[in-house]
């Protein structure tokens, strides 16, 4: 993590595909795919499963309420997905001490309403996966209670636990987020998350450094016997592990010892009913941070790095072809200081224009100028003699994230063609991403003069939506 780690504004990711060591790692893979977590989640999935992302975090202390932690369940309405999470105090071999997991108990038996067109298509938006107001966090409390036996509401917070813990949970059914406050440890976490092999054509497809049978399955899928015939290799594992949560008691986590309560409950309230606090986090930074005047390239990658952390309300389908954006919007997301650094520096830091539009020397910009540049990167994607490969690829995650890039364009499109311009902020993210994206692009894809025009134009219009937001140093 501290060599590969993206060191993000809200938290530093990494993922595992791309780091051989610890995919090797026979500890990565007892503690987020132990054959009898394996077992469990299959049977709660009714069949084989496969593991379709596999992901670190560190996460340091912090108030905030970005779409990052707010109260949510996880993108997929039309699936179910399960998850492991295995969090401990970073550094140390203790369980979490801040920035826990916390969750609405049996909100996991509700179903999730979704929207039908006149042509009987299905479809959802990340909107509806989120609470990030005082009346969505009320609707998830008063859901909760139908499903309650004793006086609720009922919030876990798993914290303050003399081991890491490892928590399986239905994340696309289960109302859920990551508890960040300022008190407490910073908080380092594995997570893995499994979807049934037929649900999607998602994989991760990395086997080299597996090594049994099962973990090449959850990497690469196969058929339903070819899973049992894994299973069974693994049986003594599994036998262990169950004879050992029946000799060790305390194993097992009783979550009524997590129950915020009180004064404790009424702050969780407070918090996730003020909504997202991200625009107030960026500022307070960004004002301790150099001007445009003094380190341009310097501003624009925090800046950067702020906002593509911002709200994105991106479809669902009910065929599931959403999944093929995931990579690139990951990428994107998730890019270090350095790596937005050499994209300003070799895609927009060269332009004539660049010192120009850093002094604010910027015009008009609208959401219909964001569809048309969209439009117009889409069209250069999808066209590009090297879309087939061969383009520059720094490793695994990028050849990952250049074959997701256009169907990510695609559906960028659809958001921003629900965008308001008086929407700042959902423009202002959606604006980052296209112009990353833009950027990336160019260099993957050989996108030569046009791509360059096309960012440059993309800079211009995040660069003026920018000025035009409270707080922004000039």
């Given at each position: 993590?501290?060599?590969?780690?993206?060191?993000?504004?809200?938290?530093?990711?990494?993922?595992?595909?791309?780091?051989?060591?610890?995919?090797?790692?026979?500890?990565?893979?007892?503690?987020?795919?132990?054959?009898?977590?394996?077992?469990?989640?299959?049977?709660?999935?009714?069949?084989?499963?496969?593991?379709?992302?596999?992901?670190?975090?560190?996460?340091?202390?912090?108030?905030?309420?970005?779409?990052?932690?707010?109260?949510?369940?996880?993108?997929?309405?039309?699936?179910?997905?399960?998850?492991?999470?295995?969090?401990?105090?970073?550094?140390?071999?203790?369980?979490?001490?801040?920035?826990?997991?916390?969750?609405?108990?049996?909100?996991?038996?509700?179903?999730?309403?979704?929207?039908?067109?006149?042509?009987?298509?299905?479809?959802?938006?990340?909107?509806?996966?989120?609470?990030?107001?005082?009346?969505?966090?009320?609707?998830?409390?008063?859901?909760?209670?139908?499903?309650?036996?004793?006086?609720?509401?009922?919030?876990?917070?798993?914290?303050?636990?003399?081991?890491?813990?490892?928590?399986?949970?239905?994340?696309?059914r289960l109302v859920h987020h990551r508890y960040r406050t300022s008190a407490g440890a910073a908080r380092s976490a594995v997570m893995a998350s499994f979807h049934r092999t037929d649900d999607s054509a998602e994989m991760l497809g990395a086997q080299d450094s597996c090594r049994s049978p099962l973990q090449r399955f959850l990497m690469a899928g196969g058929s339903r016997e070819q899973f049992l015939e894994a299973l069974r290799g693994e049986m003594p594992r599994i036998v262990a592990a169950v004879?050992?949560?029946?000799?060790?008691?305390?194993?097992?986590?009783?979550?009524?010892?997590?129950?915020?309560?009180?004064?404790?409950?009424?702050?969780?309230?407070?918090?996730?009913?003020?909504?997202?606090?991200?625009?107030?986090?960026?500022?307070?930074?960004?004002?301790?941070?150099?001007?445009?005047?003094?380190?341009?390239?310097?501003?624009?990658?925090?800046?950067?790095?702020?906002?593509?952390?911002?709200?994105?309300?991106?479809?669902?389908?009910?065929?599931?072809?959403?999944?093929?954006?995931?990579?690139?919007?990951?990428?994107?997301?998730?890019?270090?200081?350095?790596?937005?650094?050499?994209?300003?520096?070799?895609?927009?830091?060269?332009?004539?224009?660049?010192?120009?539009?850093?002094?604010?020397?910027?015009?008009?910009?609208?959401?219909?100028?964001?569809?048309?540049?969209?439009?117009?990167?889409?069209?250069?994607?999808?066209?590009?003699?090297?879309?087939?490969?061969?383009?520059?690829?720094?490793?695994?995650?990028?050849?990952?994230?250049?074959?997701?890039?256009?169907?990510?364009?695609?559906?960028?499109?659809?958001?921003?063609?629900?965008?308001?311009?008086?929407?700042?902020?959902?423009?202002?993210?959606?604006?980052?991403?296209?112009?990353?994206?833009?950027?990336?692009?160019?260099?993957?894809?050989?996108?030569?003069?046009?791509?360059?025009?096309?960012?440059?134009?993309?800079?211009?219009?995040?660069?003026?939506?920018?000025?035009?937001?409270?707080?922004?140093?000039?």
């Amino acid at each position: 993590m501290q060599n590969r780690g993206s060191r993000g504004a809200l938290h530093s990711y990494l993922d595992i595909v791309s780091s051989t060591p610890l995919l090797g790692s026979s500890g990565l893979w007892s503690a987020v795919a132990h054959p009898l977590v394996v077992v469990v989640i299959a049977h709660a999935l009714g069949g084989p499963i496969k593991i379709v992302d596999l992901r670190a975090k560190d996460t340091y202390p912090v108030d905030v309420v970005a779409r990052d932690n707010t109260l949510h369940l996880d993108n997929s309405p039309f699936i179910d997905e399960y998850k492991m999470v295995v969090t401990w105090t970073l550094g140390t071999t203790k369980g979490p001490a801040g920035q826990g997991l916390t969750y609405l108990p049996r909100t996991n038996r509700l179903f999730r309403q979704c929207f039908v067109e006149a042509d009987e298509s299905v479809w959802s938006d990340e909107d509806a996966c989120v609470f990030p107001s005082k009346a969505r966090v009320d609707q998830a409390l008063a859901l909760q209670s139908g499903f309650l036996h004793e006086a609720g509401p009922l919030v876990v917070h798993l914290t303050d636990l003399e081991a890491p813990c490892h928590t399986i949970f239905a994340a696309s059914r289960l109302v859920h987020h990551r508890y960040r406050t300022s008190a407490g440890a910073a908080r380092s976490a594995v997570m893995a998350s499994f979807h049934r092999t037929d649900d999607s054509a998602e994989m991760l497809g990395a086997q080299d450094s597996c090594r049994s049978p099962l973990q090449r399955f959850l990497m690469a899928g196969g058929s339903r016997e070819q899973f049992l015939e894994a299973l069974r290799g693994e049986m003594p594992r599994i036998v262990a592990a169950v004879d050992r949560m029946a000799a060790e008691q305390d194993l097992v986590v009783d979550p009524r010892r997590h129950l915020l309560t009180g004064d404790a409950f009424d702050e969780w309230y407070a918090r996730q009913c003020a909504g997202v606090t991200l625009n107030d986090l960026r500022s307070d930074r960004m004002a301790q941070s150099p001007t445009r005047a003094s380190s341009s390239v310097e501003w624009l990658v925090q800046r950067l790095q702020y906002d593509v952390q911002g709200p994105l309300n991106m479809p669902f389908f009910s065929d599931m072809r959403e999944s093929r954006r995931k990579r690139a919007r990951i990428r994107l997301r998730e890019m270090s200081p350095e790596d937005i650094c050499e994209v300003v520096e070799t895609e927009c830091a060269r332009s004539p224009h660049f010192a120009a539009l850093l002094r604010g020397e910027t015009s008009d910009a609208s959401v219909g100028d964001l569809l048309t540049c969209l439009a117009e990167l889409d069209r250069l994607l999808r066209t590009s003699p090297e879309r087939a490969g061969g383009g520059s690829y720094s490793g695994a995650t990028d050849e990952r994230a250049a074959r997701s890039l256009p169907s990510f364009v695609e559906d960028l499109r659809v958001t921003a063609g629900w965008l308001e311009d008086d929407d700042t902020d959902s423009v202002i993210t959606a604006t980052a991403f296209a112009l990353l994206a833009s950027a990336l692009g160019s260099r993957w894809f050989g996108l030569g003069d046009a791509g360059r025009r096309l960012t440059q134009r993309l800079l211009q219009q995040y660069l003026t939506r920018v000025s035009s937001t409270p707080g922004t140093p000039i």
